[in-house]
């Protein structure tokens, strides 16, 4: 009967300790959900100087804005530099949640699956209020029928020269109404000593954008309307080229800076502007919070004589990978959500010059007190209202590749456009018979 008893108190008492042992387990996993903190992600983007800053500013707003995600910037070297460490990550399985690409490189990699399309989310939540975005800019991010990316900014290229240099030398700004006027403004404005040239009358910003740019204002296509031809050799384009090649070679009244790493070529030729060594630049919308508007002001880029101007607006846009796991990816959207927000892509447009991508942003009472003050802001969207849209390469960049290439055989090496281009040409017919056969 006592062993009885005894096995039976031995019993409760296991149980009793197995009871405890259960609750203070489902307390330990309370107090480890209630512990979890916020969703963090990496945002990874090819900005450098008062940009970079300007990102790590509006990273820090958000941030302390709400306490479910934290976003960590991650800066890269420059857009290409972003574009190739992201397609190693990509392999890698170890991708940022959220990224800054250009069109051609979102476009690349939606065709390849490899972004998270973002419809859902839009749907779902009606915040967005996507009629409010700059159509243009919004529809870059559109990839048969499904969207890949939201626009972050808007860009294009513009010109910036210096109001002294062209108040010495007798020239308004008002005068150039063509890009013949704009040659031969940088030829009056040009130093040259005994073959040397000191003061450069005009520096094109490194890259095939400006040729381009140039190329569409003379009235030159990419491609035929059927779309079946490659039309990079034509007169528009070879005319054009050629025309920037001589004032860089033989009349001297041009520079391009390249080469470096990163933005190296960028500050270069801003730094010739404002250090008294050109006269003038063509830019981006976005360097206007690295110039100082106090000896710089802005122009819309001209078009050559009998056509109107159509140089390229587009937006730089915001993606996720597809490797993104889902919890992340829903942390990436809300912070893709506050940069576009009426308030900070209208506070970016002004500390950048950068266009903004909604609509509302130029009824931000800040905004307008601004444009007042900073005319030079209005420029790039006077610009983009009449502008073209980006190429949407259907090789998946392979003729993008092609002008790349040929810009810097003209502008840096010298080599004739009508050789360079048609070589292009033949390179990006090839690529696109092998996609349209």
Known sequence: MLKSKLK???????????????????????????KKGPVEIEFWYGLGGKLGTNVQD?????????????????????????YQALQAGISAKK?????????????????????????????????FNTSDFIPAFYNEGKIKGKLYSLPMYGTTQVLYYRKDLFAKAGISADSLNTWEDLFAAADKLSNKNGGNTSVFGWEPMYGADNLIDASFSAGGKILSKDGKTVTIDSAAWVNTWDTFGKAIFQDKTM??????????????????????????YTGSSGDQGDLDFSKISAHVQPGFKNHKAAPVASAQTMSIPAVTSVDKQQAAVEWMKFFTSTKITAQWSMKTGYIAVRKSATDDPTFKANAKKNPQILIPLKQASTATAPFVD????????????????????????AQALKQAEVEAQQALDDVIK
Not at 101 to 118: G, R
Not at 395 to 415: C, S
Request: negative net charge.
């Open 8 to 34: 039976k108190v031995i019993a409760i008492f296991f149980m009793s300790m197995s009871v405890i042992s259960l609750l203070s387990g489902c307390g330990a996993k309370t107090e480890t959900t209630q």
């Open 58 to 82: 509006i990273i820090k707003e958000f941030n302390s804005s709400q306490k479910d995600v934290v976003v960590k910037g991650v800066a890269q070297g420059s857009y290409d530099e972003t």
């Open 95 to 127: 991708a940022p949640a959220v990224v800054l690409l250009d069109d051609a490189q979102m476009t690349t990699l939606a065709s390849k699956n490899e972004l998270v399309p973002l419809d859902s989310y839009i749907a779902k939540d009606s915040s």
């Open 255 to 280: 520079r391009i800076h390249s080469g470096g790493q990163g933005w190296q070529y960028w500050y270069d030729t801003i730094d010739d502007v404002m250090k008294d060594r050109a006269a003038g």
């Open 394 to 417: 259907p090789t998946g960049g392979k003729i993008t590749d092609t002008l790349t290439k040929a810009a810097d055989k003209v502008e840096i090496e010298g080599i004739p456009a």
